[in-house]
């Protein structure tokens, strides 16, 4: 299948399930922005629990085309996400090992959301060993044929349908699992191995 998605900052497991499942993947640009969504937050769980981290941005509304979205670094995000982030993983096996590489990321302040979020997927692949290639949209459309799995919209904040069985791995905080969390809680956690824990059954059906 080809999978079709909204860009997402620091992306969901159930994301990179998804992205496991699929041919190719393939990114919405020509949507417009939609606030509360993972397009410009992320989940991360920290002593206190689940905690939301999110990129400010300019002016950003419906009629706002995602690839003209703007990051507002007026305020001081990358130090709050980082030193929420290490405060959450700093004791990770795996932290050192990547924490470098994905500071640089943040380091480049990016002009435009989107640039930031295909930087990170990209990164994140990478790190996972899954290679598949990453597509952009050519125009809007609302439906698209049976050989697209279209999860546009469909991994949320607000929602758990996307997600999909993951076999439990030893979590920094919490007695119980938690698996509503962007893909940087497992690859700090496993590293190489982390992939594997995505590799499951899918209850998702096959599109």
């Not at 997402?8 to 393939?26: D, E």
Request: net charge positive.
């Amino acid at each position: 299948m080809i999978l079709l998605t909204e860009i997402q900052y620091n992306p969901s497991l159930a994301y990179f399930q998804l992205a496991l499942r699929a041919q190719s993947i393939l990114i919405e640009q020509h949507e417009n922005y939609q606030k509360q969504s993972y397009r410009n937050r992320c989940r991360i769980l920290s002593a206190h629990g689940l905690q939301d981290l999110t990129i400010p941005v300019k002016k950003g509304n419906r009629k706002t085309r995602i690839t003209e979205l703007e990051i507002d670094y007026s305020q001081n995000w990358i130090n709050v996400h980082w030193r929420s982030i290490r405060s959450a993983y700093g004791s990770a096996p795996f932290f050192t090992y990547y924490s470098d590489y994905l500071q640089q990321i943040y380091e480049q302040k990016n002009r435009y959301l989107f640039e930031l979020n295909l930087k990170l997927l990209r990164f994140y692949l990478k790190c996972l060993n899954i290679k598949k290639p990453v597509l952009l949209t050519e125009s809007y459309m609302p439906v698209y044929s049976e050989t697209i799995a279209d999860y546009r919209n469909k991994i949320h904040p607000k929602l758990n349908s996307a997600i999909l069985d993951i076999k439990p791995y030893q979590q920094v905080f919490g007695k119980q699992f938690v698996t509503d969390l962007s893909i940087i809680d497992v690859l700090f956690l496993q590293g190489p191995e982390a992939v594997y824990y995505l590799q499951v059954t899918p209850t998702a059906p096959e599109q």
